[in-house]
């Protein structure tokens, strides 16, 4: 038995074996040679039907006439499912609103949605069989942008705010007031695995689903709503998704239910698989905003008031936005202290499609909204933006957030003055001035943005995990939670927890697919929480089993149950070693129960959202980037030259992963503010609806110079392991380079503000360029 | 002549004589041989996760060529070894790609990760096997998109796994491939199908004229990088197709003293040295063309037979006054390549002509040339705008002024009225240069669309076309460009 150095020690923690060690991904092995199964890659059932959509060929209207004639007699064709085939309700909505018809019965509210569905016999039958419907609408006006959706009134779900203080008297007390416009735009998830699901009959109408989804349970309630079953019926299950990052957390409910439904009429096996093309346009995105916004502000930065008011394009139903928005208003204030502020949201209804959660979750949107005012005050004033986003930083005595919260774990002093220091931010912000000033096409910029995001679900009773682990009378281990893998390494994390409450190595822990008969009522893996409520609820499951084996342990070799150890695969027991699988197979045959459940559910959280007041976040993550570019103020161009992420996971429980979360997060922000690109036309097509025309970033749009360190920190909260959240907030590290551009550009017309939206695309960025120079 | 497909699968012979003409590669290995470890990520060649890697034998040399299985035909496969992610490990013992990938963390959803280990691996066994940099994985994944890691792991696997000498079960086992390929290679005509559903691939310039001369309705496919999307994006059945990349001599480059001459089926990978070696710009063009998958399928004179305007090579082809040679039967015959395309959709090309080749002259002393693309990605995106410039320059007087565009019209097309008003400015005179750029706003009238303004379109031709202009005055590339700056002009930012 070779112990493993003890290289874990650090702050007085005890030695931990495998948890905080860089273990690779769980399935790594499997991802490289091809053997990580996605559903696609199943083996289908015999005489299984493939599904395809036929959709709404206008954007909003009353559908007249469906006439599926041609359809039905195409080759392979099996049947056609509509609306009038749904056994329960019409409605796959993640809230259960009742506004997210599978298909349209009679009003159709965004171009491409779904009308009826074909199963044929192969992918490509159904597919063109799709493409002969006969489809007679009256139309009316859509509105696309957010703009049309304020014009017209339309709203899916109340105005919603916070108000604190007396804004407008702040206002009208301040020296300086600067307002403005921001425009921000949505943004595609791009899951390299497209939507999926696999729906498979069994007795009386049970169905088992393979779903891509970031929520199984809301899978399963959907699919027995939609058809009337109980929900002990369906099962669902998801071993892995190729990606998510919110796209699969409600929007995958309608492939599945499509292929259930199919699966409930025909008694067959029954695979929906859209195209790529289909599944962006017809999923949800990251919601565009206009930001309005009205800024007091003294002599040296400090915001004495601030009014905004975030506009979200929710599409044409509420899916998510309700949490979305929300937490755009809870990311406002970012790493700033807002006496006297409102903030305030519509949530517009467009003819487009409905907007969802995605990595952030609105937090995103919210942050830019108030580092871009941040910007307007600097450029107001002649100052460097860093300068004032430290003095606006939540300190003692301005430690209360706008909905009450207040900020306890507040590391963004220390961690923003280590970055400041380790990227030379000041002396390259010199540099760049000299540099600005000798160059007639070419423009440099910097910026140094921080960002504190809070971690739990806003909707309370999302916060609970759960977790089965049985321990097999060989010693190995079968893990099951109720979060779902979708590359972010949750798994592996998990498998680390559990190893080091039984003192095994990891080959030991076989983790499972999630599985709505393993561990029902699942939260979705979503707002960052997968680790936190899963790894503690499977701590709970594996230390309940470890109680048991050590109580027994002490009894047998009559020691006392606090001197029994697992560790380096074996239980000691006072002298004695006994290897791990041995001390399982005594307990089994002494009748020790080896199974257990574990749950967990965050503790401290209050919110009374009527009052805008309470504590939401159990606590907050912190990090910052540096980033800077260099622009073409002819053509927009854009190069990212270097940028310097510093980022706050606590006490990581697997560094390795969590830089990964952190690079990854951060290049798909800057993907989402500079080149990629939603673009829907006056009819409401989407025009970018594949890689070729929507560009998420390659490997060369990394940054050149590019420096990513984890900040030491613990969790003042008692998280798992202390680590804390990582999922999204990495994210929200990419607004640094689009306020380097904006510092670019600044160097053109400096004192003006910059009119840039996002995404900065070349056309974007040369757009704001001509705006500084004509208003000169 | 032989009526099947035959390519290699792990060393044995594959031969398929009943497919669909249009089968592509990837529904062949994932719905024939049940080989899902290939993905569709988008099925339109973008994205790279069905990259497998074809091993052919190529002048002589073993070649492993990264291609994109989900709009290759099964078919364009014949005479390779076809080989997948599940082939590269030996037993247990992961191939050095596969392993560097694990050991940096290069995976997350794993989705995209057998097209990135594929297009490694073809890196991996590329000539020469010196150490590539970091600029080299970039330009070898070019084609592949990871949604997760934010590329810098599998940068880091590729620079590890890449480095040395190679010592994989492939290396070691060449001389078997190439026996086993030489005897697929029987230089016979292939034919697979009747009279009115086919795949054939032909094996001589002749045998091509009377096949097109017999079947005029047939589709020509150079590399598929367009043809495979009319099939998985737009469901288009397509009875009959001609695949060229077997006729002999139609892929020959003839180097010579004043030109190149371009025979149809060059890939643009072949391609790229020889047309950096007339200008730089050209060199960077090409590296941009598209992801390396797409450039290895894809072909000069497809790219120039689909007619597109926002191809990447007509407008550089033409503003260097190429010219085209056409083929109808035994029918030869040349035109001006900006004489090829009449119209949107709409080219010089007679019912059972083919594109034989293009002839491109290079530069003479007293010519500059560039080239410069805006898009809304630098790699592997389709133009908004593309800008080729050839001046002739006398002294520090513009004598003569070739300039084209893609992206601007309907095809790619001659800037013939800012052609005049820069001919015999000086290149010191900025008023008279800024008067003549402002000029393409009466050759072009640009439309919106996704990837740009009409009112970007216009406004970024004439930047491109004030930096070239800047450029061939004397000022450096890094003072005008942000990427892509001109071999000798200094580095520093």
């Not at chain 1, 829907?680 to 097509?685: A, E, T, Y």
Request: hydrophobic content about 40%; proline content about 5%; glycine content about 10%.
């Amino acid at each position: 038995m070779r112990p493993l150095p003890d290289t874990n020690t650090v702050n007085g923690e005890a030695t931990l074996r495998v948890v905080r060690r860089d273990l690779p991904h769980d399935s790594a092995r499997k991802h490289v040679t091809g053997g990580a199964a996605y559903i696609d890659d199943l083996r289908e059932p015999e005489g299984t039907l493939h599904l395809a959509i036929g959709g709404a060929p206008i954007a909003r209207g009353k559908l007249t006439g469906l006439n599926l004639t041609a359809v039905r007699a195409a080759p392979g064709v099996v049947a056609i499912i509509t609306a009038a085939d749904i056994p329960g309700t019409n409605d796959v909505s993640a809230l259960g609103l009742g506004d997210d018809p599978l298909f349209v019965d009679s009003q159709i509210s965004f171009h491409g949605q779904a009308l009826f569905a074909v199963a044929a016999t192969s992918r490509d039958a159904a597919r063109k069989a799709a493409l002969l419907a006969k489809v007679e609408t009256e139309t009316e006006t859509p509105n696309i942008s957010v703009e049309d959706g304020l014009q017209s009134g339309e709203t899916v779900l109340n105005d919603y705010g916070f108000v604190v203080g007396d804004v407008a008297s702040a206002l009208a007390k301040s020296p300086h007031r600067a307002s403005g416009t921001l425009h921000i735009g949505g943004q595609e998830h791009f899951y390299l695995e497209g939507q999926i699901a696999l729906a498979i009959p069994g007795e009386e109408g049970d169905l088992h689903i393979f779903s891509s989804t970031q929520h199984p349970s809301e899978v399963q309630h959907i699919v027995a709503h939609l058809l009337g079953l109980p929900q002990a019926a369906i099962t669902v299950e998801v071993r892995r998704m190729g990606g998510g990052f919110g796209g699969k957390e409600s929007q995958a409910s309608a492939w599945a239910a499509y292929a259930a439904l199919a699966a409930h009429i025909t008694k067959h096996a029954c695979k929906m698989r859209p195209d790529r093309d289909a599944d962006m346009a017809m999923t949800g995105k990251r919601h565009d905003f206009r930001v309005d916004y009205d800024v007091g502000f003294d002599d040296s930065g400090l915001i004495l008031g601030l009014d905004t008011t975030l506009a979200a394009r929710c599409g044409y139903s509420a899916d998510l936005s309700a949490g979305v928005v929300d937490r755009a208003l809870f990311h406002t204030d970012n790493a700033y202290y807002l006496s006297d502020t409102n903030i305030l949201s519509k949530r517009v209804r467009t003819n487009t499609v409905s907007n969802t959660a995605f990595r952030g979750f609105g937090g995103p949107q919210g942050m830019m909204a108030i580092e871009r005012v941040i910007d307007c005050i600097a450029w107001r004033l002649g100052l460097d933006p860093l300068d004032v986003r430290m003095r606006n930083y939540y300190a003692p005595g301005r430690d209360v957030t706008p909905y009450g919260q207040t900020i306890e774990d507040n590391v963004l002093p220390e961690l923003t003055s280590q970055i400041e220091r380790s990227s030379d931010y000041r002396a390259r912000r010199n540099e760049i001035t000299t540099f600005n000033a000798g160059s007639r096409f070419l423009k440099r910029g910097i910026a140094l943005v921080p960002l504190k995001f809070g971690i739990s679900f806003t909707a309370q009773h999302l916060n609970q995990g759960s977790a089965l682990v049985h321990v097999y009378r060989d010693g190995s281990v079968h893990l099951n939670h109720g979060g779902t893998e979708m590359g972010q390494g949750l798994f592996v994390k998990i498998a680390q927890v559990v190893a080091e409450t039984f003192g095994i190595s990891m080959p030991y822990v076989k983790v499972m697919a999630t599985h709505t008969a393993k561990v029902p009522n699942t939260s979705p893996t979503a707002a960052s929480s997968g680790s936190d409520i899963n790894g503690m609820a499977a701590l709970d499951a594996a230390m309940a089993i470890r109680n048991r084996i050590a109580a027994f342990a002490a009894e047998r070799y009559q020691v006392d149950a606090a001197h029994v150890s697992f560790r380096d695969d074996t239980v000691i027991v006072g002298n004695e070693v006994i290897p791990f699988p041995e001390m399982v197979e005594a307990a089994y045959r002494a009748r020790v129960h080896l199974s257990s459940t574990g749950f967990y559910a965050t503790p401290k959280l209050h919110w009374d959202r009527d009052k805008g007041h309470g504590r939401p976040f159990f606590y907050f993550a912190y990090g910052a980037a540096c980033a800077e570019v260099l622009i073409d103020t002819t053509t927009g161009e854009l190069r990212v030259l270097r940028t310097d992420l510093l980022h706050d996971v606590g006490r990581s429980l697997n560094p390795a992963i969590d830089i990964g979360q952190i690079e990854g997060g951060f290049v798909q922000g800057m993907g989402w503010l500079t080149g990629e690109e939603l673009v829907f036309d006056d009819k409401g097509r989407l025009r970018t609806h594949a890689p070729s025309t929507y560009k998420i970033p390659t490997a060369f749009d990394l940054p050149e110079d590019f420096r990513v360190a984890l900040f030491d920190n613990t969790n003042r909260e008692d998280t798992i392991y202390r680590s804390k959240a990582v999922g999204e907030p990495p994210l929200m590290l990419g607004i640094a380079v689009f306020a380097a551009i904006a510092d670019a550009i600044h160097s053109l017309a400096p004192g003006k503000p910059v009119p840039l939206n996002a995404p900065a695309t070349a056309e974007s960025i040369l757009h704001a360029c001509s705006c500084m120079v004509s208003i000169r | 002549m032989r009526r099947e497909i035959a390519f290699l699968r792990r060393g044995q012979p594959v031969r398929l004589s009943q497919a669909a003409p249009s089968l592509t590669l990837l529904d062949y290995l994932r719905l024939e041989e049940r080989a899902t470890g290939t993905k569709e990520g988008c099925a339109e060649g973008d994205c790279g996760a069905c990259t497998v890697v074809l091993r052919r034998v190529v002048g002589g040399e073993v070649a492993y060529q990264a291609v994109n299985s989900c709009i290759l035909l099964a078919g364009q496969a014949d005479g390779s070894e076809v080989i997948t992610v599940e082939d590269l490990a030996d037993g247990d013992r992961l191939h050095p790609v596969q392993q560097a990938m694990v050991d940096h963390h290069g995976s997350q959803c794993g989705f995209c990760t057998p097209g990135f280990v594929m297009a490694l691996f073809g890196l991996y066994h590329a000539p020469p096997s010196a150490s590539p940099d970091r600029d080299a994985v970039h330009e070898w994944i070019s084609g592949n998109l990871c949604r997760c890691t934010g590329y810098r792991p599998i940068v880091d696997a590729g620079l590890t796994a890449c480095t040395g000498a190679r010592s994989d079960q492939f290396s070691a086992n060449e001389a078997a491939a190439r026996t086993a390929l030489a005897a697929l290679d029987d230089g016979e005509d292939l034919f697979v199908g009747g009279d009115t559903r086919f795949f054939a691939a032909p094996a001589s310039i002749a045998s091509l004229a009377s096949l097109y001369l017999a079947h005029p309705d047939a589709v020509l496919v150079g590399g598929a990088t367009d043809v495979g999307l009319w099939i998985t994006k737009q469901l288009r059945d397509l009875p009959k197709i001609i695949w060229l990349g077997r006729v002999r001599g139609l892929d020959a480059i003839e180097d010579m003293d004043a030109t190149i001459n371009f025979g149809a089926t060059v890939t643009h990978e072949a391609a790229w040295p020889h047309l950096a070696s007339i200008d730089s710009d050209l060199g960077e063009l090409m590296r941009r063309f598209a992801g390396r998958q797409v450039r290895t399928a894809g072909t000069i004179g497809g790219n120039i037979a689909n007619g597109s305007p926002i191809g990447d090579t007509p407008p550089a082809l033409i503003a260097l006054g190429a010219t085209l040679t056409l083929q109808k039967g035994d029918t030869v015959r040349t035109l001006p390549l900006e004489d090829f395309f009449i119209a949107y959709g709409k080219q010089a090309r007679h019912q059972g002509e083919f594109v034989r080749a293009v002839e491109v002259p290079k530069l003479k002393p007293n010519e500059s040339f560039r080239a410069l693309k805006l898009a809304k990605r630098y790699d592997q995106d389709i133009s908004a705008v593309m800008a080729a410039v050839k001046l002739t320059v006398e002294g520090r007087h513009i004598a003569e002024a070739s300039i084209a565009y893609g992206g601007m019209a309907a095809t790619p097309k001659r800037a013939s009225a800012t052609e005049a008003a820069l001919t015999g400015l000086s290149l010191d005179d900025p008023t008279g240069l800024d008067a003549a750029v402002l000029r393409l706003a009466e050759d072009f009238s640009p439309i919106d669309d996704m990837r740009a303004s009409a009112k970007y379109r216009l406004a970024g031709a004439q930047a491109l076309l004030a930096k070239a202009l800047a450029e061939i005055g004397g000022m450096s590339s890094t003072e005008t460009r942000v990427f892509g700056r001109r071999a000798g002009d200094a580095t520093a930012a």
